[in-house]
């Protein structure tokens, strides 16, 4: 079993920056596929990137975020840069015993999530 912990959400202006992070419990850590996952009032959970021995980003957050992990500390990181109004959300870490996924069925962990604000 696997426990995550989400962190570092908050208020921030347009052209912000914040540093989200998930801190994982259990054992294999390093073996799990990581993802950051984000869901807006009205809106179905959407993909934003996952991390393996590589990454994978959504289209609309390319350039401006980027996922990392510290397999030593058992933390993945989401470095969000030149925040916008539309990535206001709540963000989920999940995480997967397989390869890369983009797919919100495919993760098996999730943690309870943190509030991103980003204001206009």
């Known amino acids: 079993q696997v426990q995550l912990v989400e962190s570092g959400g908050g208020l921030v202006q347009a052209g912000g920056s914040l540093r989200l992070s998930c801190a994982a419990s259990?054992?294999?850590?390093?073996?799990?596929?990581m993802g950051w996952f984000r869901q807006a009032p009205g809106k179905e959970r959407e993909f934003v990137a996952a991390?393996?021995?590589?990454?994978s980003y959504a289209d609309d957050v390319k350039g401006r975020f980027t996922i990392s992990r510290d397999n030593a500390k058992n933390t993945v990181y989401l470095q969000m840069n030149s925040l916008k109004p539309d990535d206001t959300a709540v963000y989920y870490c999940?995480?997967?015993?397989?390869?890369?996924?983009?797919?919100?069925?495919?993760?098996?962990?999730w943690g309870q999530g943190t509030q991103v604000t980003v204001s206009s």
């Open positions: 991390i393996s021995y590589m990454t």
């Open positions: 259990g054992r294999s850590f390093s073996s799990y596929t």
């Open positions: 999940a995480g997967r015993g397989g390869g890369l996924w983009n797919g919100v069925g495919g993760y098996d962990y």
